[in-house]
């Protein structure tokens, strides 16, 4: 799956980080660092970071977001 | 193209062409098709693949974490376009409303977005550059040659160049424990895109991650080895070093010798649009057809005394690719201006760098809060007594206070926001360095003129 953040939006809050560990990190205090192309086994945790964003700063992939929670990505 | 009902029918079945098939180039076919439109459309692109993002290339592709070839772009929706992909456009007819391709090709089209964006600026001399070790980063193909040359292990690598780019490469070096060597023309490390103050701080920071940095030295002369690797850098204060892989990175030139003869305002610096992304032509007017979006754009902003500036950051490509779709398929009256404030952002040794407003367009500088020891902080820019930008290091969340003070012209320098006011709050001058440095590495350059731009003759036409 393809996943991008928005990162001049982004402030770091780190809810990705604590609901998908494996596509999400933390460099630093407060830099976040993610996985582009995560896996597709890691699709459900994704798409819970990207619902949770306070920001709305994660954009995954429309073309694949069927099965989404409504409202994962800013418009 | 003026009335309403021609409007309508180009939005159902005209031709579109975007030249530039990366970031801003679908972001702005997405946005054309949300608002609609379902003619037809042709995404012209050099590069083979779909468009990704390349930010990561030098920050999570670097460290090794994520493959160099997995940073496809998402999709906001299907575009349902034709890919002409691997041969690049060079030329423009104006007159026919064509794109001309390397390969001989004609596009005809009712609109046009032009979005080349930059590449990365060569090392000058051909045969040094073709020498095993040595790369620049703005493609996938770099990045993923770069990975390897440091997965290696190499004895040293010498960065040329301290811009954002640079940077951000000596640290994923140092973290992966390589020696790391950072020649630098300027007197400090970001100083081209920040000024001296943060400078020092950015240099205070190489070092104290062991990066054996050299400022205001020139790099003149990379030399091989019989098998044509890289094996040594000479200096222009007579020093060298000796390293098998170099980087470099100084800045980039934008995408626009295509539109030579297009009969469009084309510069170095970009070419010249309005507030709305539609391009200017040579004598300054107006095209109604042709846009323009994302690194290879230079328009005016009214924030900032309607000076040309350009940029190349991530957020206004996706901005400019948006508004420029938006005023495609939009009448006069209803086309949108791109009036927002510049963001940027990097991460470089563990801190998270950002920046709101122009920071090139600025007097004086001012630690506005926090502390510049503890590498958290923000410092506020001024020009001639009003915000213009700030700069925060790990201490992001309080960019949306300055971005209001710059909106709102607020006097500089600014109160501190919080009760810990900075010990070092006073104002100092920003101290930029000439115009040919800010070329290479400032990635936000207000562009007053251009240097190397021919000059307009004005003919009286008949009689
Ligand atoms: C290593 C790196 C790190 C970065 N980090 C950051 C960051 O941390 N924060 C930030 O804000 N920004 C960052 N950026 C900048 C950001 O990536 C750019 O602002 C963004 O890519 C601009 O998008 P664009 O579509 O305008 O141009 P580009 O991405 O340059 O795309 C232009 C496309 O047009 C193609 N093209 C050129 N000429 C022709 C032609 N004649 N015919 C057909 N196609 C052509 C090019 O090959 C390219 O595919 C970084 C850039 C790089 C390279
Ligand atoms: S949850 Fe959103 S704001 Fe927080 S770190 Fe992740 S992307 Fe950034």
Redesign the pocket.
């Known amino acids: 799956m393809r996943v991008v953040v928005d990162l ?1 939006r982004c402030q770091g809050y780190a809810q990705c980080a604590f609901l998908a560990p494996d596509a999400f990190r933390m460099h630093g205090e407060e830099a976040l660092m993610y996985a582009p192309n995560p896996d597709d086994a890691q699709r459900g945790q994704v798409l819970r970071a990207a619902a949770a964003c306070p920001l709305q700063a994660i954009l995954v992939d429309r073309l694949e977001e069927r099965d989404a929670p409504v409202g994962t990505s800013p418009s | 193209m003026s009335s309403a009902h021609t409007l309508q029918r180009f939005k159902r079945d005209g031709r579109v062409v975007i ?7 679908l972001r702005a076919a997405e946005a054309l098709r949300g608002e609609g439109f379902t003619g037809s459309l042709t995404m ?4 083979l693949g779909e468009p990704y993002d ?2 990561p ?2 920050k999570q592709v670097l460290t090794g974490w994520v493959p160099a070839g997995g940073t496809t772009l998402p999709r906001r929706c299907d575009i349902d376009a034709e890919w002409l992909l691997g041969v ?3 030329g423009l007819d104006l007159a026919a409303d064509q794109v001309r391709l390397a390969d001989g090709r004609r596009i005809p089209f009712d609109r046009m977005l032009i ?4 590449r990365a600026r060569p090392w000058p001399v051909e045969e040094e550059a073709a020498l095993d070790g040595v790369f620049v ?2 493609t996938r193909e770099d990045a993923d040659g770069l990975q390897r040359a440091i997965a290696a292990g190499p004895s040293r690598v010498l960065i040329i160049g301290a811009g954002f ?1 640079g940077s951000e490469i000596a640290s994923v070096c140092r973290e992966r424990g390589l020696p790391v060597t950072v020649a630098e023309l300027g007197p400090a490390p970001l100083v081209g895109g920040l000024g001296a103050m943060i400078g020092e701080v950015a240099a205070d920071m190489q070092r104290a991650h062991g990066v054996d940095l050299r400022c205001g030295v020139r790099v003149t002369r990379l030399e091989g080895d019989a098998h044509g690797r890289l094996r040594r850098a000479h200096f222009s204060d007579g020093g060298t070093v000796d390293a098998e892989v170099a980087v470099v990175a100084l800045g980039g030139i934008r ?1 626009t010798e ?1 539109l030579r003869d297009s009969g469009l305002a084309v510069g170095v610096w970009g070419v010249a649009c309005d507030a709305g992304c539609r391009a200017f032509d040579l004598n300054g007017l107006v095209t109604d057809d042709i846009f323009v979006a ?3 754009a230079r328009s005016p902003n009214p924030v900032y005394e309607y000076r040309f500036i350009s940029l ?4 206004n ?1 996706v901005e400019q690719a948006e508004i420029a779709a938006h005023n495609m398929v939009s009448t006069q009256a209803d086309r949108w201006p791109h009036l927002s404030i510049p963001a ?3 991460i470089q040794f563990g801190v998270n760098i950002k920046s709101v407003g122009v920071p090139t367009y600025a007097d004086e500088v001012v630690v506005a809060q926090g502390s510049v020891s503890d590498r958290r902080f923000v410092a506020a820019y001024g020009y001639q007594g009003r915000v213009t930008a700030a700069v925060s290091f790990n201490n992001a969340k309080w960019l949306d206070h300055y971005r209001r003070l710059i909106e709102t012209a607020a006097p500089f320098p600014p109160p501190c926001p919080t009760p810990d006011q900075p010990v070092d709050a006073k104002p100092v001058p920003v101290d930029f360095p000439g115009p040919t440095l800010l070329a290479q590495g400032a990635t936000v350059v207000v562009t007053g003129h251009d240097p190397g731009g021919r000059r307009v003759t004005a003919v009286r036409q008949g009689r």
């Open positions: 001049s | 030249v530039g098939a990366s970031l801003a180039g012209i692109g050099d590069e390349r930010p290339l030098s690049p456009a060079d979005a080349t964006g930059v980063v703005r780019t995408n295509w994302g690194d290879v190349e950051h991530w957020a490509a940027f952002w990097s």
